[in-house]
C-alpha cells in the first residue's frame, strides 16, 4: 500500500487504499462499509464512480509529479452490482498541458467487471498545489 501524496477527506472517510501510481497507471482498492452500500447491499453507485474518479486522477497525476487534478467530465456504466472487495484500475489515455483524458476499471473480488468510466481531468500544477498546501485554499477550475 502507498501513501497517497495530498490528503482528501472524502476518500479517508470511504476508506480507499491506494496500491500503484506510476507510468499513467494507478489502482486503488475499496471494500464497502455498511453505510456505504445502496439498498440491495452492494456498494453504492455513488461510492463506486468516487473510486473510478479518483482512481483516474491518479493516473493523471503519475505523469506529472506533484500535480493535482480536478474532474472536468466524467461518464460511467455500470455492468454488475459491486459487491466485497473491489479493485478500481485507471489508465493515461493522452494528455496535454493542461488536461487529462482517461479511463478506469471497477472489478469485483471474483475478478469481474463492474463498472467502466471515462473522465476528463484539468491539471493543477505542482507550484500552485504547493501555494494551496501552504494557504490552504480552495482550487480554481476557472
Known amino acids: 500500500?502507498?501513501?497517497?501524496?495530498?490528503?482528501?477527506?472524502?476518500?479517508?472517510?470511504?476508506?480507499?487504499?491506494?496500491?500503484?501510481?506510476?507510468?499513467?497507471?494507478?489502482?486503488?482498492h475499496y471494500r464497502a462499509r455498511p453505510e456505504h452500500l445502496n439498498s440491495y447491499e452492494v456498494t453504492h453507485g455513488g461510492a463506486s464512480m468516487t473510486l473510478l474518479d479518483v482512481t483516474m486522477a491518479h493516473a493523471a497525476r503519475s505523469a506529472i509529479p506533484g500535480s493535482g487534478a480536478v474532474t472536468i467530465e466524467m461518464k460511467t456504466s455500470f455492468m454488475a452490482p459491486a459487491k466485497g472487495a473491489l479493485v478500481a484500475k485507471g489508465k493515461l489515455l493522452s494528455r496535454s498541458s493542461r488536461m487529462a483524458f482517461c479511463e478506469a476499471w471497477l472489478y469485483d473480488e471474483q475478478?469481474?467487471?463492474?463498472?467502466?468510466?471515462t473522465g476528463t481531468f484539468k491539471y493543477v500544477m505542482p507550484e500552485v498545489v504547493q501555494s494551496l498546501q501552504a494557504a490552504k485554499k480552495q482550487i480554481k477550475t476557472d
Open 1 to 28: 500500500m502507498l501513501p497517497f501524496e495530498v490528503e482528501i477527506p472524502f476518500v479517508s472517510h470511504l476508506g480507499f487504499s491506494l496500491h500503484r501510481w506510476e507510468n499513467g497507471e494507478a489502482e486503488l
Open 111 to 117: 475478478g469481474a467487471l463492474c463498472s467502466h468510466a
